[in-house]
């Protein structure tokens, strides 16, 4: 029997969060150690086929990042995205429009930082926030969110078409897990600038949180979700570096030849040799 895959375990095809464990670990190690092994072997892998994939220069990878706050969206872009080369790497955190956005339509500012061609590219939070945050603060009405869910699968599918392989991760963290890393925040000096006093109140509205959750991945799943238990920073990293793999493997990217003679030009490096 064929070993399972990261993405079909992973896969979110059912949208009900309650069902979903947060610390679970539903394929791959089962310990701390076993997953930093599995990553250093998984990084090896990874940095060749992201040089592959900057050499063909001709697609792209999006790992998009959601969840809710302390999930570990950043942790994911420094303990995976740093598995490759920075050269070949465009990472964008998208935060509370300014007004200067607020002026453009929404999808805007995310097609400003789109990865080039050749890179991988990630985004911290993403053009999800924009249905996310005004389904809860009920800045739209239940008609402007469903024509937004159209735009974002429309854009979605352009992005398809255009040689852009999204992978789009749910990091879903339970709120007791939340509460242990806020706090951590507050007692660390060194983590006292990752505290937000707004972040209480964005966990004051959980239930609501995940009900706009549920309906945005329900509605926009023609690019599939995975479901990422984001309680385990070390089980986190070690499946999004497997979901990138397992879609870096599956798009296998090949170095281009050589657009000139080899022997000619190993000819004339030998000739030219000033050391001769």
């Known amino acids: 029997m064929a070993k399972k895959s990261v993405r079909a375990a992973l896969r979110l095809d059912e949208v009900d969060l309650s069902t979903l464990d947060p610390a679970g670990r539903p394929i791959g ?13 998984t990084g090896t892998e990874l940095d060749g086929l992201q ?3 900057y050499a063909e220069n001709s697609r792209a990878v999006l790992l998009v990042l959601q969840g809710m ?24 955190s998208f935060k509370k429009p300014t007004p200067a956005e607020r002026r453009q339509h929404f ?22 926030e924009d249905v996310l945050v005004p389904r809860v603060e009920k800045v739209l009405t239940a008609g402007q969110l469903r024509e937004r869910y159209r735009e974002i699968n429309d854009f979605e599918s352009e992005l398809a078409a255009g040689g852009v392989t999204l992978v789009k991760c749910f990091l879903h963290i339970s709120p007791e897990v939340q509460k242990e890393r806020l706090l951590a925040r507050l007692d660390d000096p060194r983590k006292n600038w990752k505290y937000n006093p707004a972040d209480i109140d964005v966990r004051s509205k959980w239930s ?45 990217p090949k170095f281009p030849p050589p657009a000139y003679d ?8 030998i000739s030219a040799d000033p050391l001769r």
């Open 208 to 252: 609501k949180y995940q009900e706009a959750y549920t309906e945005a991945l329900k509605a926009c799943s023609a690019t599939p979700w995975y479901a990422v238990p984001a309680d385990r920073k070390w089980y986190r990293n070690w499946a999004v570096s497997r979901l990138l793999l397992e879609t870096l493997r599956e798009m296998d």
């Open 69 to 92: 706050d302390t999930s570990g969206k950043g942790g994911v872009v420094s303990h995976v995205m740093g598995l490759v080369n920075p050269q070949g790497v465009q990472i964008a």
């Open 107 to 128: 999808l805007w500012r995310i097609r400003k930082q789109l990865p080039e061609k050749g890179r991988i590219g990630a985004f911290d939070r993403s053009h999800y």
């Open 262 to 269: 080899l022997e000619a030009e190993k000819a004339r490096l």
């Open 51 to 53: 040089e592959a994939l």
């Open 29 to 41: 190690p089962r310990t701390k150690k076993e997953a930093a092994d599995d990553l250093a072997a």
